[in-house]
């Protein structure tokens, strides 16, 4: 066989076995160079004169092969039980040919399977379906168009808590059987209408609304509440509610839901003073579990968890100076901070 049709072979028995990361960490400073000279070879080798005198062939054979796969796509996927939209996107991202064509038809020209002529052609249909099939993508809005967004017409008479809880998620149900456990007035909002309407089964008061929104906000309750509180589970939305009521609803305290460290570091630099990470104070929770299982309790128990949130406060204080007037996103000045090795008290 062909050096080409090897390499693929090769590849393809050694792409599950043990070698695979050793081979891609050597090939890949070559990969785009090799990729370079194989695409200017198959153009070289391309008859221009062929694809002159058998342009109309190419013209009709372009869309039915982009036609034919696109079918045969939606098919196999509808009859693996895909649903209809799925199956509409992988058929419209997929319908080229493949460049191993290019592979093969040269392999099939050198054992005189195919001539040179009819080569060219297939050559020459492989790469229009190529070049034509990111316009494919734009017919999927058309062929699968998305379902329209499920909306509740709100009425928001009965909202003024004195605490405004955005995000009525696994977060936000937590805080606010806090706040209700303390007779504090809480409104709710959330833009899941099915969250809503579950809520509502269990005798939960969710007003619908998109907390991005000022006029939403505003007749929520946004304007009256002491307390804002974000918790919505999307990282976008949040820093949004926050410059929102930064800058329209700055009489009320801002309380976060932060996703990471690094969202903590970015909603600080925005203005919210106490963000607060999902998962840190559970992780303290089940670390103190952890030392009760290992019969450390008690005052011991609680001075090793103190002493590791004091550590992780001040880390984060210096990793909050570091990145001022950074991007935070390329966690690159996050990385001057060196976490401090944490060991046995004493």
């Not at 072979?9 to 695979?20: C, P, W």
């Given at each position: ?57 190419i013209l009709i054979a372009v869309p039915a092969v982009l036609a034919i796969k696109a079918v045969a796509i939606f098919l196999i996927l509808r009859a693996f039980r895909n649903d209809h939209a799925t199956s509409v996107r992988a058929a419209m991202s997929l319908p080229q040919a493949g460049e191993f064509g290019f592979v093969l038809f040269a392999s099939a020209v050198s054992v005189g399977l ?233």
């Open positions: 066989m062909s050096y080409a049709m090897g390499a693929f072979v090769a590849g393809v028995m050694l792409a599950e076995s043990s070698f695979r990361h050793e081979l891609e960490a050597n090939v890949e400073p070559f990969r785009g160079l090799f990729l370079g000279l194989f695409f200017l070879a198959v153009g070289a080798s391309l008859s221009l004169e062929s694809v002159a005198a058998n342009w109309l062939t195919l001539n040179t002529e009819l080569s060219a052609i297939l050559v020459a249909v492989i790469t229009l379906t190529m070049a034509l099939s990111p316009l494919c993508d734009r017919l999927v809005s058309v062929l699968a168009p998305a379902a329209a967004k499920d909306e509740i017409d709100e009425d928001y008479s009965d909202a003024g808590g004195a605490a405004l809880v955005i995000g009525f998620g696994r977060f936000g149900q937590v805080v606010t059987q806090v706040l209700r456990r303390a007779g504090i007035g809480v409104t709710i909002l959330d833009a899941d209408a099915e969250r809503v309407r579950e809520a509502e089964q269990f005798g939960n008061r969710i007003h619908f609304g998109d907390g991005t929104r000022r006029e939403v906000l505003r007749a929520a309750g946004a304007e009256g509440a002491r307390l804002i509180l974000v918790c919505v589970d999307d990282r976008a939305t949040a820093h949004n509610i926050v410059r929102l009521c930064g800058n329209k609803f700055s009489q009320a305290k801002l309380l976060v839901r932060a996703f990471d460290r690094t969202d903590a570091i970015e909603l600080i630099h925005a203005g919210v003073a106490d963000p607060v990470r999902e998962t840190f104070d559970s992780g303290l929770r089940m670390g103190r579990l952890a030392l009760a299982a290992q019969g450390i309790e008690g005052e011991e128990a609680d001075a090793v968890v103190d002493d590791v949130r004091r550590r992780d406060e001040k880390r984060l204080a210096l990793q909050v100076e570091e990145i001022a007037g950074t991007d935070v996103g390329t966690l690159e000045a996050m990385k001057k901070i060196k976490p401090e090795p944490v060991g046995p008290a004493g």
